[in-house]
């Protein structure tokens, strides 16, 4: 029976280490969104409003416009809670992977910068012996290591 195969494939499919890992990934997202967005509502938001001498709700603030009303307190709420979110990945994640990479060797701060090709001035790795755009000689400014 060829439907026995498909509910095989199915399960293998979902027990997958990246399906499993996504979905992890996508709770612990939601619930963190969640607690970044209470920290705002609750926190945040009233010590601005505190300090700029307003009330602490945001979502009634709203502006007319020719007979329209526009409410625009959600959406500073929302651009608040993207900023700590923003702010929380960039400190808590990127910046201590991106300090491990360099450790190990890896990374954007581990690459050699760039030379100029002195023919069209196209910047080309130091160890090249040929420029990649006008294929002038290069004389390379690293020692090229011989492969193994």
Do not use: W
């Amino acid at each position: 029976m060829r439907s026995h195969g498909i509910v095989k494939e199915f399960r293998d499919f979902l027990l997958r280490g990246n399906i499993v890992d996504l979905a992890v990934a996508v709770a612990v997202g939601a619930a963190f969104t969640a607690v970044v967005t209470a920290l705002v509502k609750d926190f945040i938001t009233p010590l601005v409003a505190a300090i700029g001498g307003t009330s602490g709700d945001f979502k009634n603030f709203t502006f007319t416009l020719h007979g329209s009303s526009f409410a625009y307190g959600d959406f500073v709420n929302a651009v608040v809670t993207f900023l700590v979110v923003a702010a929380v990945v960039f400190f808590l994640v990127v910046t201590p992977v991106n300090h491990l990479m360099r450790r190990l060797g890896r990374g954007p701060a581990a690459e050699t910068p760039l030379v100029q090709c002195p023919a069209c001035l196209s910047e080309v790795p130091p160890a090249a012996t040929r420029c990649a755009y006008c294929t002038g000689p290069l004389t390379p400014t690293v020692p090229v290591v011989a492969a193994e």
